[in-house]
């Protein structure tokens, strides 16, 4: 088996393990996230923005008014858009640490 073979195995294995384990919000928008591609500190400023208590009741709100808030507030084009960054962003933390 080549390097590139077991690297290509190490992020499979990592992925499935990920998978199995549920990853917090504040795991994945971190504050140096949220200061980087947001106009907010941190994610409990983004939230209190919408007017949401915690991320189910942001998760809660019509995708209209999520994706129409996350265009004007940040650097995304949508919540999809943030959400495939954040984890993007973790992965790649979690992959620099193995």
Same mark, same amino acid.
């Given at each position: ?31 140096? #996230?949220?200061?980087?591609? %947001?106009? *907010?500190? $941190? ?5 209190? !923005? ?18 129409? #808030?996350?265009?004007?507030? %940040?650097? *995304?084009? $949508? ?5 495939? !960054? ?13």
């Amino acid at each position: 088996m080549n390097s590139e073979d077991l690297f290509k195995l190490r992020l499979e294995m990592m992925a499935q393990k990920q998978a199995k384990q549920a990853v917090a919000y504040q795991d994945l928008f971190t504050p140096q #996230f949220m200061q980087t591609n %947001t106009k *907010f500190a $941190n994610f409990n400023f983004f939230m209190k !923005a919408l007017k949401v208590k915690d991320f189910e009741a942001l998760t809660s709100l019509p995708s209209t008014k999520l994706d129409s #808030f996350v265009k004007a507030e %940040t650097e *995304f084009n $949508n919540w999809e858009q943030m959400q495939a !960054a954040a984890v993007n962003g973790y992965m790649t933390k979690i992959l620099n640490q193995q």
